[in-house]
């Protein structure tokens, strides 16, 4: 059981720039979740699926932003004409259906100049 | 809606100290509670978490909390603090295994 593992550990974008980030889940994790933190706050809830259905988005999942997770494994989360307000730390999660504890990726660091 | 609330932004405290965190929590259902624990440029690991039965729960590194449904507050413990304990901690709450809803987070601050 190696963890959530993230890539990139760190980004540096110009705002207008499109970036793409992925996460690699627990293997026979069928829930991967995505959160976002900025400076000073607790993560945010975004979006989460179940194998390959994305069953929530949050309302701060903005039209620029899209998830998915094409075979139930890997998910990657995309940003287009990022903003500087997309500045944050972007946090995967995954867990087994059956059970409730969330364990948490090393998290990807977004910077937008 | 549910809706988490951590009292405390910062507590400084002496190492071998006791420490207590506060968090308070807002639902109209029951819901699953968390502690959470974040280090410097790391992400987040579970210290304990409540989802029935006893209401003082036991978790990693010593640390522990109680379940007060009358106040709906979820404070974690430590008898004794260590240097290492310094870091980020997060109360969360769901229902039925669902999203995580975080508070602001705590920083815990510990002086030798």
């Known amino acids: 059981d190696t963890g959530v593992s993230q890539d990139p550990r760190h980004k540096i974008t110009k705002r207008g720039q499109n970036v793409t980030f992925r996460c690699d889940p627990i293997?026979?994790?069928?829930?991967l979740y995505w959160y976002r933190q900025t400076l000073g706050q607790g993560p945010e809830f975004l979006t989460y699926f179940q194998n390959e259905a994305q069953l929530e988005k949050s309302r701060l999942l903005s039209d620029r932003f899209s998830a998915e997770r094409p075979k139930g494994s890997f998910s990657t989360l995309e940003i287009q004409r990022t903003e500087q307000g997309d500045s944050a730390m972007y946090l995967c999660?995954?867990?087994?259906?059956?059970?409730?504890?969330?364990?948490f990726g090393p998290g990807t660091r977004l910077t937008v100049l | 809606a549910q809706s988490v609330t951590q009292l405390d932004s910062q507590v400084p405290v002496f190492e071998e100290a006791p420490v207590e965190l506060r968090c308070n929590y807002s639902?109209?259902?029951?819901?699953?509670l968390f502690w959470y624990v974040q280090y410097p440029n790391q992400g987040l690991q579970l210290l304990l978490k409540?989802?029935?039965?006893?209401?003082l729960v036991k978790g990693i590194n010593g640390f522990e909390a109680e379940f007060n449904k009358s106040q709906t507050s979820f404070h974690l413990r430590k008898p004794s603090v260590h240097i290492s304990d310094t870091a980020e901690y997060f109360c969360?709450?769901?229902?039925?295994?669902?999203?995580?809803?975080f508070g602001t987070g705590t920083r815990l601050q510990v002086f030798p």
């Open positions: 969360a709450v769901s229902y039925n295994t669902d999203k995580l809803i």
């Open positions: 293997s026979e994790h069928n829930r």
């Open positions: 999660a995954s867990s087994p259906y059956y059970q409730d504890t969330q364990y």
């Open positions: 409540y989802l029935s039965g006893s209401t």
């Open positions: 639902s109209s259902v029951s819901v699953y």
